[in-house]
């Protein structure tokens, strides 16, 4: 199981400026604008520094928004986080406000360890899913979920239901979803595909011309 | 046989604009790890395939490939030794129309040095300028 994630205060500005321009003339001022919204009230935009939001990448998960001129931190987790497709530069942020009594879903990500059984009958490693959305607290969500594929034989799959997930925490996927499996590489199993049918025809070749031999004997 | 498509509504087409970054198919969707365009122009399907080609070569048949980009637009060349005029030229081919931010392949199912090294042979074969995607 991946670790925690831990809690990050983050310093927000309340923005006036909206639309494009206006967030364009931030992201040169080297911030990024962002929205926190959630519990039905009305989206509040706000604006943090770049150096800030990159630190918050490898820290997705729930966040204090300590909001300049207000009292009281919000507490949110990240919903979405824009990113140029080239650069990968932190383009917008939204953030959802939770409260800690309430179950919320979100995005974490899967990763295997170890190395698969079926690895050595030339098997290899497939993930199917890489994302999975879960339904937990927000103080039990995770970084992410460690799976161990060592014991996955060759043609063998893990399910959304074989996961090992801590308690309080629920997916939202069906439990019959594969996440990963381990097969024969699909390059290879292709070429000896083309190998098993180009053989066929060299054999089915040899057999015709040891027919036109046999007729040719008859013949003469 | 390079890709084509099955059938077409129409035979020619207009160029049309190649303006702006991909707004989708953009980022990994299927592998670990890809190559993504930096610089926007018109892949040939034979291209492709001989980026196709490249990887699965490096990869020694291993590893997993996913093409995401599809020549569905026709191309047209007038004969040579042609004067001007007299209409549009033939179709002789198909290309995709490849953005900025497009991702052309995604391989999987190897270690990062093989998909990288791969990859970067496909990269010589196709008219753009392109980096590699890794997902972790």
């Given amino acids: 199981m991946g670790p925690k994630k831990e809690e990050f205060v983050l310093d927000v500005e309340k923005r006036a400026e909206f639309g494009t321009r206006a967030s364009r003339r931030l992201r040169r001022a080297g911030r990024v604008p962002a929205v926190v919204y959630g519990h039905g009230k009305q989206g509040t935009a706000l604006t943090l520094t770049a150096v800030e939001a990159v630190e918050l990448e490898s820290h997705a998960g729930m966040v204090k928004l300590a909001v300049s001129g207000r009292k009281r931190a919000i507490t949110a987790v990240i919903k979405a986080m824009d990113r140029d497709p080239i650069t990968g530069r932190v383009l917008h942020i939204d953030f ?125 | 046989m390079p890709l084509m498509p099955k059938r077409v509504k129409h035979r020619k087409v207009q160029r049309g604009s190649l303006a702006g970054k991909a ?31 490249a990887v699965t070569r490096h990869m020694k048949r291993r590893g997993q490939l996913w093409i995401r980009i599809f020549p569905d637009r026709p191309f047209t060349s007038k004969p040579l030794e042609t ?24 391989v999987s199912g190897c270690t990062a040095d093989i998909a990288k090294a791969a990859l970067s042979r496909a990269a010589a074969k196709v008219p753009v300028r392109c980096k590699l995607l890794a997902r972790y």
């Fill in chain 1, 96 to 220: 959802q406000e939770v409260r800690m009594d309430e179950v919320i879903h979100s995005t974490v990500r899967v990763e295997p360890f170890g190395e698969p059984a079926g690895h050595q009958h030339g098997g290899q490693l497939e993930q199917l899913l890489h994302e999975i959305e879960i339904r937990c607290l927000p103080a039990d969500l995770p970084e992410s979920i460690r799976v161990d594929v060592s014991g996955l034989e060759l043609d063998e799959s893990l399910h959304v239901g074989e996961l090992p997930l801590p308690e309080g925490i629920a997916p939202v996927a069906d439990s019959d979803v594969v996440v990963f499996q381990v097969r024969l590489p699909r390059i290879a199993a292709v070429a000896e595909a083309e190998e098993a049918v180009a053989e066929g025809e060299e054999e089915a070749a040899e057999g015709e011309e040891e027919a036109t031999e046999e007729s040719s004997d008859s013949e003469t």
């Fill in chain 2, 23 to 53: 707004s989708r198919n953009n980022k990994l969707d299927f592998g670990e790890f890809g190559l993504q365009a930096l610089t926007r122009g018109y892949i040939t399907a034979q291209q492709i395939e001989a980026a196709r080609v």
């Fill in chain 2, 83 to 106: 004067r001007m005029g007299k209409g549009k030229g033939n179709p002789e081919g198909w290309t995709a129309a490849v953005r900025p931010g497009n991702v052309i392949l995604e």
